[in-house]
């Protein structure tokens, strides 16, 4: 009557590392890298390209003013 050893140690890590090694070496082959092309600019739509920039001036103007003035306040502000 023959009895069942348990494996080693050392025996276990030689078999972990033959199946490790024989995973590296049955690698598929590498696959051709994905090249993308430059995107490619669209035209505007008609909409977009009537809008007057002058027309929206005055509210520029003023929201300027606005960060100019909260940017005073914060700086003359004593840090905590």
């Keep these: ?22 995973a590296c070496a049955s690698s598929s082959p590498p696959t051709v890298p994905v090249i993308a092309t430059s995107p490619q600019p669209t035209p505007l739509p008609a909409s977009v390209s009537r809008i007057d920039p002058s027309a929206s001036q005055a509210w520029l103007r003023e929201v300027e003013s606005y960060l100019r003035e909260v940017d005073d306040l914060l700086s003359s502000a004593t840090p905590k």
Aim: proline share 9%; aromatic share 0%.
């Design 1 to 22: 009557m023959s009895s069942i050893q348990p494996c080693r140690p050392s025996k276990l890590g030689a078999m972990l590392i033959a199946v490790m090694l024989s």
